[in-house]
């Protein structure tokens, strides 16, 4: 412990705030960096399909590329309002 | 065997050109036959940097359009006769550059037993960064510890591991390396600046080297010499270091902890 130590402010750092930053950005965009470039308009397609049977929400649906060694798999989910049930 | 080097970051301003000069001449120093091609069409500056600008005749798109031979566009390097300089053009369009051309080019550069060829990519993630990364064998992944520099060396390593040759052949990956330049550990210490660990949590990169802020990159880019001709610099030093480690040599890590001045220690903080 040095004299200027009982100087220091003790809210988070600049650094941190980065680094916290950074580690939430970077995992979220490396979750889209393989995904083909037609799921936007897939996503698109399918929610306008959905709309004439069901009165869903803009983002009530979610399309997913997932990849490991042995596979792909295609994940759409599709929330459905409360009502329509 | 020829390596080739991509000196790649994404982002501009962190050091590429810098780093390109400085590590082909530690290699060439080295004895080894090095070539260094600036990728930059339309603002080619590693002429400048290398200190050979007013030597240039002809350049890499010359070479591809079959306008002069390969040996007629490389320039000796006045300070170390292994090395030679593949300038860009600065008055042709940035898609000038074609896979082929540039494909040829390595091999010619193989053929004529060179063994490394550093690749100064420009910033972005266009035809230039694409073509200068395309054929790597080694990626130097050069950051400066800030939000922007290491989010866009992310972008790029995706870029690497999915758009490059060796992705496309379905080859052993290009080996990726940090460089992380610009870096003040005083300004680490008291928290203003993320620490080389930070940027290697975030990027998952074998640290190649640290680069310190330092005044004596721009001295020697206003002379025109390569940083690590200066070698009682310390960012001379660290280049120096970063190429010993390139080539097998075990060097531990300097420029990550403070030097202590007189005040550092009267007070002794830690």
Same mark, same amino acid.
């Given at each position: 412990?040095?004299?200027?130590?009982?100087?220091?402010?003790?809210?988070?750092?600049?650094?941190? *705030?980065?680094? #916290?930053?950074?580690? /939430?950005? &970077?995992?979220? =965009?490396?979750?889209?960096?393989?995904?083909?470039?037609?799921?936007?308009?897939?996503?698109?397609?399918?929610?306008?399909?959905?709309?004439?049977? *069901?009165?869903? #929400?803009?983002?009530? /649906?979610? &399309?997913?590329? =997932?990849?490991?060694?042995?596979?792909?798999?295609?994940?759409?989910?599709?929330?459905?309002?409360?009502?329509?049930? | 065997?020829?390596?080739?080097?991509?000196?790649?970051?994404?982002?501009?301003?962190?050091?590429?050109?810098?780093?390109?000069?400085?590590?082909?001449?530690?290699?060439?120093?080295?004895?080894?036959?090095?070539?260094?091609?600036?990728?930059?069409?339309?603002?080619?500056?590693?002429?400048?940097?290398?200190?050979?600008?007013?030597?240039?005749?002809?350049?890499?798109?010359?070479?591809?359009?079959?306008?002069?031979?390969?040996?007629?566009?490389?320039?000796?390097?006045?300070?170390?006769?292994?090395?030679?300089?593949?300038?860009?053009?600065?008055?042709?369009?940035?898609?000038?550059?074609?896979?082929?051309?540039?494909?040829?080019?390595?091999?010619?550069?193989?053929?004529?037993?060179?063994?490394?060829?550093?690749?100064?990519?420009?910033?972005?993630?266009?035809?230039?960064?694409?073509?200068?990364?395309?054929?790597?064998?080694?990626?130097?992944?050069?950051?400066?510890?800030?939000?922007?520099?290491?989010?866009?060396?992310?972008?790029?390593?995706?870029?690497?591991?999915?758009?490059?040759?060796?992705?496309?052949?379905?080859?052993?990956?290009?080996?990726?390396?940090?460089?992380?330049?610009?870096?003040?550990?005083?300004?680490?210490?008291?928290?203003?600046?993320?620490?080389?660990?930070?940027?290697?949590?975030?990027?998952?990169?074998?640290?190649?080297?640290?680069?310190?802020?330092?005044?004596?990159?721009?001295?020697?880019?206003?002379?025109?010499?390569?940083?690590?001709?200066?070698?009682?610099?310390?960012?001379?030093?660290?280049?120096?270091?970063?190429?010993?480690?390139?080539?097998?040599?075990?060097?531990?890590?300097?420029?990550?902890?403070?030097?202590?001045?007189?005040?550092?220690?009267?007070?002794?903080?830690?």
């Amino acid at each position: 412990m040095s004299l200027l130590d009982y100087f220091k402010i003790t809210k988070a750092s600049s650094a941190s *705030v980065a680094k #916290e930053r950074l580690q /939430i950005l &970077v995992a979220h =965009e490396r979750s889209f960096k393989n995904q083909p470039s037609y799921l936007p308009q897939l996503q698109k397609e399918l929610l306008d399909v959905i709309k004439k049977y *069901v009165n869903v #929400e803009q983002n009530a /649906i979610t &399309v997913r590329l =997932e990849q490991d060694e042995h596979q792909e798999t295609l994940e759409v989910n599709i929330v459905l309002p409360e009502k329509s049930r | 065997m020829t390596r080739i080097i991509v000196v790649t970051s994404g982002k501009g301003g962190v050091g590429k050109t810098t780093t390109s000069a400085a590590i082909a001449m530690g290699v060439a120093q080295k004895g080894h036959k090095t070539a260094v091609i600036d990728f930059d069409v339309g603002l080619r500056n590693l002429d400048l940097i290398m200190g050979c600008e007013r030597r240039v005749v002809y350049d890499i798109v010359n070479v591809i359009y079959g306008e002069a031979t390969l040996n007629q566009a490389l320039i000796r390097d006045k300070h170390c006769e292994q090395l030679y300089i593949l300038p860009a053009s600065q008055t042709r369009d940035k898609d000038a550059l074609s896979q082929e051309g540039v494909g040829q080019i390595l091999e010619e550069l193989a053929a004529k037993d060179f063994e490394y060829v550093v690749c100064d990519s420009p910033a972005g993630i266009e035809k230039g960064a694409h073509l200068a990364m395309y054929f790597a064998d080694d990626a130097f992944v050069v950051t400066n510890p800030e939000v922007a520099s290491v989010r866009d060396s992310d972008r790029m390593l995706g870029i690497l591991s999915s758009k490059s040759r060796r992705a496309e052949q379905g080859l052993e990956p290009i080996k990726e390396y940090l460089l992380l330049t610009r870096y003040s550990p005083e300004r680490v210490r008291i928290g203003e600046m993320l620490s080389v660990a930070d940027v290697q949590d975030i990027l998952s990169l074998h640290l190649l080297g640290v680069i310190p802020e330092s005044k004596s990159v721009l001295t020697a880019s206003n002379s025109g010499m390569p940083v690590i001709l200066d070698e009682k610099s310390d960012a001379g030093q660290a280049y120096a270091d970063i190429v010993a480690r390139y080539l097998g040599e075990d060097k531990p890590h300097r420029f990550i902890e403070e030097k202590k001045g007189l005040f550092g220690k009267f007070f002794g903080s830690k």
